[in-house]
């Protein structure tokens, strides 16, 4: 082989190796336009990014769903329906264009691995909504500190505060 002969380098992993765990707090809340109230309508706790972006993209479906029903459901038989103006905000629109889209599944998914927050709004007359996952850090387990000297490092089976002792009563 020659010197000028390029080498392959292997690319750096994406995550490194040893991350700490994290989980993802992912909810769905409507606030009206004035911002003074804000109302949790959905919160799901993942313990993935591909389960975080999974659950925004059902809930994005399920809200547009919730926002624009069908004109033959069930509920709404005996309620007088107008038909929208073609420049009336169709929020149930956005979101249905970002459930089905791959491309924003997978750019969601590559944003919350990255350890950022995922923001989707969309605005009604009188409503904001927005689908929303964060990246939570949890504790990882403790390190337990060395038993005293004497003392035995664990408790034998069946002692503990959480046990009664057993009184045997005869006679009764």
Same mark, same amino acid.
């Given at each position: ?57 059902? %809930? ?9 029903? %069908? ?5 709404? %038989? ?38 950022? =927050?995922?923001?989707?709004?969309? =605005? ?49």
């Amino acid at each position: 082989m020659s010197a000028g002969v390029l080498t392959y380098r292997p690319p750096v992993p994406a995550r490194p190796l040893r991350h700490a765990a994290v989980a993802f707090r992912c909810e769905v809340t409507a606030y009206d336009l004035s911002g003074s109230r804000e109302v949790i309508l959905a919160y799901y706790r993942a313990a993935s990014p591909r389960l975080a972006a999974r659950w925004m993209r059902a %809930e994005a479906q399920r809200l547009a769903r919730l926002l624009a029903p %069908e004109p033959n459901t069930p509920h709404l %038989e005996s309620v007088l329906l107008v038909a929208a103006g073609p420049d009336c905000p169709r929020p149930d629109d956005d979101l249905l264009a970002w459930a089905s889209s791959d491309e924003r599944y997978e750019h969601a998914l590559r944003v919350l691995a990255s350890g950022h =927050t995922y923001l989707l709004n969309v =605005t009604d007359y009188d409503a904001r909504y927005s689908v929303r996952t964060y990246a939570l850090p949890t504790r990882s387990r403790p390190l337990q500190s060395p038993a005293p000297a004497g003392c035995s490092p664990y408790a034998p089976a069946g002692a503990g505060r959480h046990r009664k002792p057993r009184r045997w009563r005869f006679g009764r």
